[in-house]
């Protein structure tokens, strides 16, 4: 057996910290009349066959994702969630296609009428301790079962709150949110006394760490602004406001959840790379990084397809962290790529990994090919004799448990 083959099966039994899941209820899938539809539907597949700007808005089909499949054979969106079949189901078939749809969706029921299926295939085969579930839906609700994840605190919903209609890209907007509370705001100090209610709520309630995914909807370029400017556009009648208006609220409300992290000791992921007219390169952070020495920050994604630059960042600021999170599955060689860089640079401390999926499946496969990603990247480095066995090993264990613990301790 090879080292690469040793260290693989050794990461798949060692514990774990998962930073990244969007787990949505068994029964979603389990009640729908087409149960492979109805998990296929909830992966990075229709990202790709109907494209990543506009999946969301268009009506996912089983003609649709068996037509698209035939044109995209090699595309990680499509193999990751097949590994995944092939996994946990012994799945034989290297496609999904017309012929074998019902017969893969019999052994799916068959498997989720017997298991919860992520206690199952998450906690207990991948031997994951806790998961930082990303609830993205609801805004100021941390309700959670604490023994097995961490909550998140979403920030996105508040950067359209200068507008009591405009939804953000996950179709939230604060006000609408706050006023299913019995919350109304009607001035800028309201507001702000909003976001403050929040930051104690989830802070009371344990939550593990800040989210900010902002780069779904504007660039991650982020300026200091005064509070006057930032109020503007907040008393303008909404479609009126400029767009220069709309980034000084914008930019202010960030520094301002910034600091309220900051002085409550709450890490933040932010979600950097594929996003809005690409301008969401993890160096547009810098000036943040420059601002806030004492905050835990880990960037999400590599900052794909900038991979370089968190690595290059982590040199110069400790409290950068780095998060393999979505890149294996986006592209295999660029994860490659960038862990390898990471590890040089930042020898091995403050990486993680997380699987950002919504079920057991894309679980599953996400986080098969983070650790095929961490054992490759290992090996090579102790097959050139640039890392021991044991370092190599070691190194492993950090990016599974001992780094993630390190970011979410407060």
Known sequence: MSFYEDLFNQLLIWKKIDTHEHFLPQNTYQDHPDILLAILRESYLPWIVYGARDHNTITVTREGLLQGMKKIPASAFLRYIIEAFQYMYGFSDDEINQDNWEQLSQL????????????????????VEKVVHDRYWKLGEFDIDQSHYFAVFRIDPLFCGYSKEKLNH???????????QGIHIETFDEYLAYIDHLFKKAVAEGIGTMKCAVAYD???????????????????KDGTELSSEVRDFQDYVFYYCLQKAADHHLPIQIHTGPGKAFETAASHLGNIFEEFHDLKISLFHGSFPWVGEPGAMSLFYPNLYLDLVWLPVMSPSYAVMALSEWIETAGGARIMMGGDSWNAEGAVGSLLYNLKTIARVLAEKVENKYLSRSSAEQIGKMILYDNPKEFLSR
């Open 108 to 127: 799916i029921r068959e498997s989720y009428s017997k298991k919860n299926m992520l206690d199952y295939w998450i906690f207990d085969k991948f031997n």
């Open 170 to 180: 996950d179709r939230m907007n604060p006000h609408i949110e706050a006023a299913k």
């Open 218 to 236: 504007r660039t991650l370029r982020f300026e200091k602004v005064k509070k006057e400017q930032a109020e503007k556009a907040f008393y303008k």
